[in-house]
């Protein structure tokens, strides 16, 4: 073990050791095996639309400290789960098949704030409402089913996000939301991707961005609100912004 197990899933409170990231993104891998990050590359999900068949982010959840859910339609699962075990993870396998058209694809996709779990009711994987009732989450109903991918956290009183729906949810349970502009960020085959899509924390006080927000309209206010928030922004990338599924700290110093 490089270190230890991020305890709170998301939030590491010391610099990341490990991530998950998907495996087609190459340029990321470099940059953050080049400031000592080690990424455990997730192969392609042939259950889900191509676009987003190695977005991390549909096809695991991290439940904290050792225990991760795993969709059963990874390509490779086996290996992934040795050498996962090997690391000392707790692995759960998906029952349910993921399917390409929504909402079949999201059971992976809630996102864990603290206690908070925000997640598309009906829609999260038994395995993670299991999780949430013997660790006394509490649920935040969204609309919107790809929780994961439209949720940047920051810290547990901080997320920015383009949803409307979260952005309200979100003030009703107590958490700062900066709420900005749908669209600019990068991803193929979609009109748009989502800014928890393409980011996430290296430590505990740096959010790492796939790229740069300079040709994001409401780039000031971001930077502004991740200031306030007691953070330093971490641009991987020269390029602008764009989705990749999350970047998932998994272990830290």
Known sequence: MIGHFVKTPNLPENRVKAVFLG?????????????GIMTINIKANYAISPNVSYHADMSIFHGGRNQIILSKHIDGISQLCDKLKKMGFNITITDKPDGEKYPADIQLNACLLGDLLFHKKGCTDANIMDLAAASGWRYIYVNQGYTKCSICVLDKKHIITSDMGIHKKALDAGVESLIISPGQIRLEGYDT??????????????IAFTGTLKHHSDEKRILEFIKSAGLEPVFL??????????IIPIIEG
Request: charged share 20%.
């Open 23 to 35: 495996e087609k993104y190459a340029q990321l891998s470099s940059a953050l095996n080049n400031m």
């Open 193 to 206: 991707g989502f800014i928890g899509g393409a980011c996430g924390k290296i430590s505990k006080h740096e």
């Open 237 to 246: 990338t020269e390029e602008p912004i764009y989705d990749v599924g999350s």
